[in-house]
């Protein structure tokens, strides 16, 4: 049995269709489907049930491929591996990123990482919504917050501060709040996750924490677009300080009652297990952790976080 031929069968799986599988592949569909009778053949079990509009693992492809996949992930690391002693690493990063911190952020980053390590290739999910890795066959996710499935495995990249802020055009309209109590009068821009609206704010000083319910002006379920409307000077929002970093180094948005703060959220890179973990997600991680370090410097050497977020 060829791997060629097991790959092809994977990719099959994966999207559920020969033909979508060949396109991807680049080959013919022909190709592909002889491919997978190959390795049929070899087995002597048909992996697939198919008929007429559909193709589904059979019980026989449900046990035997996920065993592959992880067979397939083992040799990939061996070779990513013997890239990475000489220096060079390869393959297909798929990774999944939030809207706008994939956008504004990782991707440009990521970018820069496939232009030092030109034979890695690069397949992106862009989606604020929760992650499924082997629906999406995904190997890693750029995500604020801890894995919450303890079958995952994740880095911490970095504390993220969130920081409440509004543009300067907003503000010179409706005026500056001064107290969390305030923000009952302001435009409040939320994010909406399904059908469970973000709408509650926590803003906490030395002594009380306060549970602010701002009138919600707008409200969508992409993280980039709360951002824009910020900047657009829509209302007031609370994002994580690397989504709108730039924004804030540029005056678009100008933080608000700094003696009031935010909790504070994390970001962290995660795999669906240790198996996936390879070279090349090894250095992605030390990349992202070097470029938030450096961004967040910025941002405390303007004044708009302090120091101590850096030292954890």
Not at 85 to 98: Q, T
Not at 185 to 192: D, I, V
Not at 268 to 294: G, H, K, N, Y
Request: net charge negative; with cysteine; charged share 25%.
């Amino acid at each position: 049995m060829q791997l060629d031929d097991l790959q092809v069968v994977l990719k099959v799986a994966e999207f559920r269709s020969i033909t979508a599988a060949a396109t991807h592949l680049d080959m013919q569909v022909a190709t592909a489907s002889a491919a997978v009778k190959r390795v049929e053949s070899a087995l002597g079990v048909e992996l697939f049930v198919r008929t007429t509009r559909h193709l589904r693992l059979s019980s026989a492809g449900e046990r035997y491929l996920p065993q592959c996949t992880a067979a397939l992930s083992m040799l990939d690391q061996a070779k990513q591996t013997i890239f990475t002693d000489s220096g060079e690493v390869s393959g297909e990063i798929r990774i999944a990123v939030s809207s706008d911190l994939g956008r504004n952020i990782a991707i440009p980053w990521i970018d820069d990482f496939m232009a030092l390590h030109p034979h890695v290739t690069l397949r992106v999910h862009i989606s604020d919504s929760n992650v499924d890795f082997y629906r999406d066959a995904l190997d890693m996710a750029l995500r604020y917050g801890p894995p919450a499935d303890s079958n995952l495995y994740g880095f911490k990249i970095c504390n993220v501060p969130r920081i409440l802020g509004a543009s300067p055009e907003y503000l010179e309209k409706y005026g500056t709040p001064q107290h969390p109590k305030d923000l009952m009068n302001h435009q409040g821009l939320f994010y909406q996750l399904q059908d469970i609206l973000n709408d509650t704010w926590r803003l906490s000083d030395a002594d009380n924490t306060y549970k602010i319910k701002p009138k919600a002006y707008c409200a969508a379920n992409d993280g980039d677009l709360v951002r824009r409307w910020c900047v657009a000077g829509k209302g007031v929002a609370i994002k994580s300080s690397l989504d709108i970093a730039g924004d804030l180094l540029a005056g678009r948005v100008v933080p608000l009652m700094p003696d009031y703060k935010v909790d504070v959220g994390e970001l962290w890179l995660v795999c669906p297990s240790r198996q996936s973990i390879t070279p090349t997600v090894r250095l992605l991680r030390d990349m992202f952790r070097e470029r938030t370090t450096a961004l967040l410097s910025q941002l405390v050497e303007n004044g708009f976080l302090d120091k101590s977020i850096l030292e954890d």
